[in-house]
Every structure is written in structure tokens, then in C-alpha cells.
């Protein structure tokens, strides 16, 4: 069982045999064995409870990733989701955020592994090795046992061709192999492809275009399907990403990359397209929520007719558009959250301990800029109230305002990794903080996290 004394927590083992002996821990007497929340603990507790050992959800199941920077949301999280139509992605971080916590892959798992079995929670968890980019990283998550893969192809996806000229364009593409060029324009030029519910017309150029912006991101995928992929002998979930660029993902395009995946036999399970209007970290989705559910159709059609499942990205609070992603996925899609779990814990601060809070807000006011290089958004900092001007009993009113909640959202790393003379500025505080008051936040994660589930109707 779990136990828990004072901050930390412990399983308590009992009895004899190979999984009391496997476990590594302190002998109490005749009464058992204390054993630490350890790597080595988690693989044993993997060995023997197979509910604990994560799994691959494939096309045809809804899933929510649930990222949990701070390692102690998983918890909360399974509670919100228990008796949904969606399975968890406990655990779900880009080799960016784990540096900017100074986590690791292994420590994600073993957070979503111990949480699972502190639940009792025998219905079934993924772990995903958020938007992967490289094939060193690609390689060792799956050593450890990810069950989903998002490989983020940004890196291959061609700029700047978007707002190149017609002249332009057709300049790039004339560079290309001959044989290359030939079958792209026989295959898809002036073709109409026909879906479920529309048909899809491609011009000469809108051709050549996809070409350029990506083509090489293509042969990507095919090369990390066919590298890492392809021989698995488990049942795995890999998702394709194209959504953090700049160009929004036309139907045309997403169509030109489905179809050339499927010509390869590459098996996506859910693919990431890049919506139009906004999709910013923690706040409701910016834009023309009108145009965007013509789109979104689009993209669930093609998907529809590819066989895999539609994902959102950076899905948290888009609470305006969830009942229409609802309405189209028909509720077999991958959303991705997770930014949103790290303020509800600031929430937590923020009516718990108002002398912290201020502390972390006036730290992430100051450090503000450096976090802007790695996220895109647009708020107004100008327009947030000033601290001095906010009472204690008001400070949570910080998490309901758009501006506040994306300087706290992407000032994580900063805020979690802030040093003074060798010792943590808030991350420890923070940790005994949100342990002391660790029925507080999966209350609120109860709350927030069940609200997107339930507007989803999951
Ligand atoms: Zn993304």
C-alpha cells in the first residue's frame, strides 16, 4: 500500500516472497518493509501489477493528455476522468518542458506509475513522449517504455513558402528531381479526391506548395516510422504533429500529408494539424469560432478518412469551441492539456499562502521575457492588476484572468528552477506547499479537469 508521513510518500510492503524481496526499502521489524518512491520500486512494481504497466489506446478510443509538470497531478487527474469515455495520457512532456523542470523522462513515468497504483486505478494509462523531435530522444523514450510518441516535425516543415509568390513557388519546385516532380503533379494536380461528406480540389500550384513546405517533413515520418515504429511487438500510438508552425494547416495540406503517409503504410494513430486563430497556452481559443468549425469539419473528415483520430493541441480551457470539437470528432479525438494543471496548483498557493504567491507572481513579472522566446501567445501584462493593489483574499482571482494566467502558465521553468545561493527560491515551497494541501489541489483538479471532459461530453 501507499503510506504518507508528513511530506513524503512510501509503500508499505508486507508478507514474503519475490515482490516483498524485489522491493528496495527499510525493514521495520516484523511488520515490513518502508520502500522510497525509487525508479528500481516503480519497475517492480510494473513487474507485478500489470494495471500499473502503461498502454497504446490506438484510433478508435478518445484520449486526454494530462501533462503534470510538477509530478503530483496524475492523482487528481484519474479521479476526473474515472468513468469517462477517454483514457488518460497520465504522462505527457516535451524534452523542452523537462528541461525547463530539470525532470526526466524516467521520473514522468514513475509519477504517473505510483499515482495509478496510490488510486487503485485499473482501467488503463498511456505515457507520451511530447513532441519529440529528434531521433536520440526518439530512441531512448522508447527504451523506457512510452506507449505514444508525438513526433513534432517543425524542424522539416519548410517557412516562409506560405507567403511566397506564385513565380517563387514554381521556381523552388522546378529544382526539385525529376522523376520527384513527376510523380507529385501526376498524383495530384488538378485531382479531385473525394471524402465522406466533400471533395477535395487541388491546383497545380497548391501542389507545389505543399511540396515545399512539406515534403522533407514527410520523409521524416516515414523515416522515424520505419526506423523505431514499424518493428515494435507492442501496441504503440503515434501521433504526427505539424501544428507549431506558423503556416495553419489547410485541408489540402493536411490531405497531401495523410495520403503520402498512407502510401508509405505509415500507421498514425492521431495527427496534429495547426487550426486556424489561436490555440494560446491555459486561456478560451482566440478568433472566428464560426471559421473555425468549417475548418475543424474539414480536418475531422480527412482524418475520418485516413482512419485516425483528430488531435488538439495546447487544448486546455477552449471551453468556447469544445462543444463543436465535440459535435464533429463525434468524441474520438486526442486533446492535449497540461500548462492548466500548473495554475490550478498556483491557485492552490494563491488561497493557501498569499505571502508565496506574491513571491512567485512578482518573480514571474520580472522574468517574463526570457519565457516569451519558447511560447507564442499575445497577452496584455499592462493590463494586469498590480499586486500591491490586490488583497490576499483576492489573489486566486489571478487564475480566472486571461492576461495573469499566461505570464504564471509559461514562467514554469523559471519559476521552478530559480536559485539562490544553491537552494530552490520557491520549488521546494512549492512542493511541501501542494503536499500539505494535497486534497485541496485534486479537488480543483477534480473541478478544472471534469469541466473539459464534461464539455466535451467524454
Ligand atoms: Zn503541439
Not at 516510422?225 to 508552425?245: A, G, K, M
Not at 488561497?351 to 506574491?358: F, G, I, Q, T, V
Request: glycine share 6%.
Amino acid at each position: 500500500m501507499m503510506i504518507k508521513e508528513s511530506a513524503n510518500k512510501f509503500l508499505l510492503a508486507s508478507g514474503e516472497g519475490p515482490l516483498y524481496r524485489e522491493l528496495n526499502g527499510q525493514e521495520i521489524g516484523d511488520e515490513g518493509k518502508v520502500c522510497p518512491l525509487t525508479h528500481h520500486n516503480r519497475l517492480v512494481l510494473n513487474r507485478y501489477f500489470d494495471y500499473t504497466v502503461p498502454s497504446a489506446f490506438g484510433k478508435n478510443t478518445a484520449t486526454i493528455g494530462l501533462g503534470d509538470r510538477l509530478g503530483i497531478a496524475s492523482p487528481g487527474h484519474i479521479e476526473a476522468i474515472k468513468n469517462r469515455d477517454v483514457k488518460p495520457i497520465l504522462g505527457q512532456q516535451s524534452i523542452r518542458e523537462l528541461t525547463l523542470t530539470k525532470r526526466t523522462m524516467e521520473d514522468m513515468i514513475d509519477t504517473a506509475t505510483f499515482a495509478v497504483f496510490q488510486e487503485g486505478y485499473k482501467d488503463g494509462f498511456g505515457i507520451d513522449a511530447d513532441h519529440i523531435k529528434k531521433e536520440e530522444d526518439i530512441k531512448r523514450s522508447l527504451e523506457l517504455g512510452v506507449t505514444m510518441l508525438t513526433l513534432d516535425c517543425s524542424d522539416y516543415i519548410q517557412k516562409d513558402v506560405e507567403s511566397a509568390s506564385k513565380k517563387q513557388v514554381q521556381d523552388e519546385f522546378a529544382k526539385l528531381d525529376v522523376k520527384l516532380k513527376k510523380y507529385y503533379l501526376n498524383t495530384y494536380s488538378n485531382q479531385v479526391f473525394s471524402l465522406k461528406t466533400r471533395k477535395i480540389a487541388v491546383n497545380e500550384i497548391d501542389v507545389m506548395r505543399n511540396v515545399l513546405i512539406y515534403g522533407k517533413a514527410v520523409a521524416y515520418m516515414i523515416h522515424v516510422f520505419n526506423t523505431y515504429v514499424r518493428h515494435l511487438d507492442r501496441d504503440f500510438d503515434f501521433e504526427i504533429s505539424i501544428d507549431e508552425t506558423e503556416a495553419i494547416t489547410s485541408p489540402e495540406a493536411h490531405f497531401f500529408v495523410a495520403n503520402e503517409l498512407r502510401k508509405s503504410q505509415v500507421e498514425v494513430t492521431s495527427l496534429a494539424p495547426r487550426f486556424c486563430g489561436e490555440f494560446q497556452k491555459g486561456i478560451d481559443y482566440i478568433g472566428d469560432i464560426d471559421q473555425f468549425e468549417k475548418e475543424l469539419s474539414e480536418h475531422v473528415d480527412i482524418a475520418k478518412h485516413f482512419g485516425y483520430k483528430l488531435s488538439i493541441h495546447s487544448g486546455s480551457d477552449k471551453f468556447s469551441v469544445f462543444p463543436i470539437i465535440s459535435k464533429h470528432t463525434e468524441r474520438i479525438l486526442h486533446i492535449k492539456t497540461a500548462g492548466t494543471s500548473w495554475l490550478e496548483a498556483l491557485r492552490v498557493i494563491a488561497n493557501k499562502n498569499p505571502s508565496l504567491y506574491r513571491k512567485i507572481h512578482a518573480y514571474a513579472e520580472k522574468n517574463v521575457e526570457q519565457a516569451l522566446k519558447y511560447y507564442h501567445i499575445t497577452p496584455n501584462f499592462e493590463a494586469i492588476t498590480p499586486l500591491e493593489d490586490t488583497k490576499d483574499s483576492m489573489l486566486s482571482e489571478y487564475l480566472n484572468d486571461d492576461n495573469a494566467r499566461q505570464l504564471l502558465h509559461i514562467t514554469y521553468g523559471l519559476i521552478l528552477t530559480a536559485n539562490r545561493n544553491e537552494s530552490s527560491l520557491f520549488k521546494d515551497e512549492i512542493y511541501s506547499m501542494l503536499s500539505e494541501n494535497e486534497d485541496v489541489y485534486r479537488e480543483y483538479l477534480i473541478k478544472h479537469i471534469g469541466k473539459h471532459v464534461e464539455t466535451l461530453d467524454l
